[in-house]
């Protein structure tokens, strides 16, 4: 079955400091990968999404991520987060050609001022 | 443009109970999806429907039941309430017919079970 692992469960920074969440998936066939942030007491909001082309996508707020298909991984990155940036953050995949939508567990980013 | 809402907000039902949770979305999307979020375990794919008429089991499906409507609606039924649904339940819709989309997001039920 596919899955979606996040490894990173609890992340603490500093304003200002980079980040970088990981992401791996199990499916070996064509994919489509997405990020979802969470903000407190909210629901779901897109971050950015990976369908083809460009391995390395810009979403909003500033976020960026890397598809590498050799990891089988899709990293979140922002070289600078800011206290806003606190929020809890989902990795999802979509297998290409299906409507399965699977998300990870998810990590939850602490930003401290 | 509501996107996609979600009835109630909150609940609270008796362990044997029953009770459905509604969804609806005005995007026109052929797509639909029934999530539960706990602490801990991200969002849990219930049940989803890729068009009117179709569904499908997703990563949890045991003690639910759903009914796609009609290209709207899509309901999420708890036939005998567990307190091991206790869990904030999100619906979602995606125009997959178009090729590549995401998925938009409903604000949530907050179910416990007593």
């Known amino acids: 079955a596919q899955s979606v692992s996040q490894h990173n469960h609890h992340v603490i920074l500093s304003e200002a400091a980079s980040l970088e969440l990981g992401c791996n998936y199990s499916?070996?066939?064509?994919?489509?990968l997405f990020w979802y942030v969470q903000y407190p007491g909210q629901h779901l909001q897109l971050l950015l999404k990976y369908f083809s082309g460009d391995p390395l996508v810009k979403g909003i707020k500033g976020f960026e991520a890397e598809f590498i298909k050799s990891k089988f991984s899709f990293n979140l990155r922002k070289p600078s987060v800011q206290w806003s940036d606190t929020a809890e953050y989902f990795c999802?995949?979509?297998?290409?050609?299906?409507?399965?939508?699977?998300f990870g567990t998810g990590t939850r980013l602490q930003v401290f001022p | 443009n509501a996107g996609v809402t979600q009835t109630p907000k909150f609940q609270v039902l008796k362990t044997g109970q029953s009770m459905t949770l509604q969804c609806a979305q005005d995007m026109n999307h052929n797509s639909m999806y029934w999530y539960r979020q706990d602490p801990g375990m991200g969002l849990r794919l219930i049940y989803y429907s890729a068009s009117e008429g179709t569904t499908d089991k997703g990563e949890v499906p045991n003690g639910y039941n759903v009914s796609r409507l009609n290209r709207r609606e899509f309901s999420l039924r708890l036939e005998s309430a567990a307190p091991s649904q206790t869990s904030v339940y999100f619906c979602?819709?995606?125009?997959?017919?178009?090729?590549?989309?995401?998925?938009?997001f409903g604000q949530g039920t907050r179910l416990t079970v007593v």
């Open positions: 979602a819709s995606s125009d997959t017919s178009s090729g590549n989309t995401e998925a938009f």
């Open positions: 999802a995949v979509k297998v290409h050609n299906t409507d399965k939508l699977i």
């Open positions: 499916y070996g066939g064509t994919v489509n």
